[in-house]
């Protein structure tokens, strides 16, 4: 069976300098599937490339068997991609719902968008409380609850999330790896970037961990979080 998306020899730049250097790795439908690694690593640079962000010097990719190589960004979204950034990227003088909607920009279906809205709002009742507030009004952990709402308002064939845990208090965090959980539980298609390795690898059902642009390290989330270089380097144990 053909992979959900397909990452092969993978290369991106910026100018002369090599972000990306040729990795390969596949998303099946229904897998959490995480990469790892440093601040520079590639992970971002990664993902940014496969939603069209930024153009690939080499290397393909496949969605649904689809090339996307010449495809652009907006048209990747409506394919059935959608992308949580790093640093969430909300508009904060619009409301909490006003946000949301953005999300659905490409559909017209309005029973169902409002469906996911509420969706969006039983999965993270803090933001159906405070629907008309101001986004900027949200702390961090909420914001990035919010920018992953919005990429679900698309209704995505696969979801990735970037540093979703970054910047957040331990508790925060907790809350959005559960829902991470909850997600992979409903059968969403995730791939996620995650610095936190410990939190990542024991969500992923296939985790890559990512030095210099290079993937070095490749097998299930469970054994890699048992692996003793994967420990000594990402976990901070001796």
Avoid: C, W
């Avoid at 090599?18 to 998303?27: D, H, N, R």
């Avoid at 490409?106 to 968008?113: A, N, P, Q, T």
């Avoid at 790896?177 to 409903?186: G, H, R």
């Amino acid at each position: 069976m053909t992979a959900l998306l397909e990452v092969e020899d993978l290369r991106v730049a910026y100018g002369k300098i090599e972000a990306v250097k040729g990795i390969s790795f596949s998303v099946d439908e229904g897998q959490v599937v995480a990469l790892i690694g440093t601040n520079g690593a590639g992970k971002t640079t990664t993902l940014r490339t496969l939603s069209g962000l930024i153009k690939p010097r080499g290397g393909q990719i496949r969605f649904q068997g689809k090339s996307l190589k010449k495809v652009a960004a907006h048209d990747i979204v409506s394919l059935g991609l959608a992308h949580s950034p790093e640093g969430r990227h909300i508009f904060p003088r619009m409301t909490i719902e006003d946000n949301l909607l953005l999300g659905a920009f490409l559909r017209s279906d309005k029973e169902g968008i409002q469906k996911d809205v509420q969706r969006a709002y039983d999965l993270f009742p803090i933001l159906g409380e405070r629907r008309k507030q101001a986004a900027g009004t949200l702390s961090g952990g909420e914001q990035q609850m919010l920018a992953m709402g919005r990429a679900l308002m698309s209704r995505p064939k696969l979801l990735m999330l970037d540093e979703p845990s970054m910047g957040l208090s331990p508790i925060m965090m907790q809350k959005i790896m559960a829902t991470i959980s909850e997600l992979k539980a409903d059968g969403t298609t995730i791939l996620l970037v995650e610095q936190n390795a410990q939190a990542a690898l024991s969500l992923a059902d296939q985790g890559h961990v990512m030095e210099i642009g290079n993937v070095v390290l490749s097998g299930p989330g469970r054994e890699l979080l048992v692996n003793e270089d994967v420990r000594k380097a990402y976990l901070g144990e001796d």
